[in-house]
């Protein structure tokens, strides 16, 4: 439901039916949805035997009863009234010692109006090591590879490892940066407790650049 895929509450339903049934369902985790769509979710899905959420607030709605609402995202550092649930917040580098000091998580976002540098990325994610802050990140992150304008989870696990292991920014941009995917892994357990998930408007991009690669 969000850019550039942009589907109604119904085709989103039936697209993320037909990912959860693939061979590759393992990759998919949590169904993204806006706050605002919520009503309409429930009464498109209904919420018997839906998979967990995670809801965007982008307005300012109850949480309706028996969605299996399981995280909350939202821009700006955490505030009162929000519901216990695993929060992840979209906020500057220098908010992030207030985002960890909350519990909370982090959120980087790579695309849309405005695409990070690779040593914005290289400085978020020696941050987030140092205060012990796991985030996710979306938007942008279809391809496994960076490309000429779009940054790749391969990169981001592979650089998420490495700060893990003390990584500094030099080393952290050199494997943002890359666009050779020999010189890519696929990260490690420590890595993704640092670096927990990807956001992505498309279940067949991701699959379809990995079997490529010849790691599906």
Same mark, same amino acid.
């Given at each position: 439901?969000?850019?550039?895929?942009?589907?109604?509450?119904?085709?989103?339903?039936?697209?993320?039916?037909?990912?959860?049934?693939?061979?590759?369902?393992?990759?998919?985790?949590?169904?993204?949805?806006?706050?605002?769509?919520?009503?309409?979710?429930?009464?498109?899905?209904?919420?018997?035997?839906?998979?967990?959420?995670?809801? =965007?607030?982008?307005?300012?709605?109850?949480?309706?009863?028996?969605?299996? =609402? $399981?995280?909350?995202?939202?821009?700006?550092?955490?505030?009162?009234?929000?519901?216990?649930?695993?929060?992840?917040?979209?906020?500057?580098?220098?908010?992030?010692?207030?985002?960890?000091?909350?519990?909370?998580?982090?959120?980087?976002?790579?695309?849309?109006?405005?695409?990070?540098?690779?040593?914005?990325?290289?400085?978020?994610?020696?941050?987030?090591?140092?205060? $012990?802050?796991?985030?996710?990140?979306?938007?942008?992150?279809?391809?496994?590879?960076?490309?000429?304008?779009?940054?790749?989870?391969?990169?981001? +696990?592979?650089?998420?490892?490495?700060? @893990?292991?003390?990584?500094?920014?030099?080393?952290? @941009?050199?494997?943002?940066?890359?666009?050779?995917?020999?010189?890519?892994?696929?990260?490690?357990?420590?890595?993704?407790?640092?670096?927990?998930?990807?956001?992505?408007?498309?279940?067949?991009?991701?699959?379809?650049?990995?079997?490529?690669?010849? +790691? +599906?």
């Amino acid at each position: 439901m969000f850019p550039p895929a942009s589907l109604d509450v119904r085709d989103a339903v039936m697209e993320d039916a037909r990912a959860r049934s693939s061979e590759h369902a393992w990759m998919l985790a949590r169904f993204v949805c806006p706050a605002s769509k919520l009503a309409e979710l429930g009464a498109v899905r209904g919420w018997d035997d839906a998979p967990g959420l995670s809801v =965007v607030l982008d307005d300012d709605v109850p949480l309706p009863s028996g969605a299996p =609402v $399981e995280a909350i995202e939202m821009v700006g550092t955490p505030r009162a009234g929000l519901p216990d649930l695993e929060l992840f917040c979209e906020v500057a580098l220098d908010e992030l010692a207030a985002v960890a000091a909350a519990g909370a998580k982090a959120k980087l976002r790579c695309g849309g109006a405005r695409v990070p540098s690779v040593e914005e990325v290289a400085a978020f994610f020696a941050a987030a090591r140092d205060l $012990e802050l796991p985030f996710k990140a979306t938007a942008g992150l279809h391809h496994p590879v960076r490309s000429e304008r779009e940054h790749g989870f391969l990169n981001f +696990l592979t650089a998420a490892e490495l700060a @893990r292991d003390g990584a500094g920014e030099g080393e952290l @941009r050199e494997v943002l940066a890359t666009t050779d995917p020999e010189a890519l892994g696929t990260g490690s357990a420590a890595g993704r407790e640092l670096f927990v998930s990807i956001g992505s408007c498309s279940f067949t991009e991701p699959v379809e650049d990995l079997r490529a690669l010849g +790691l +599906l």
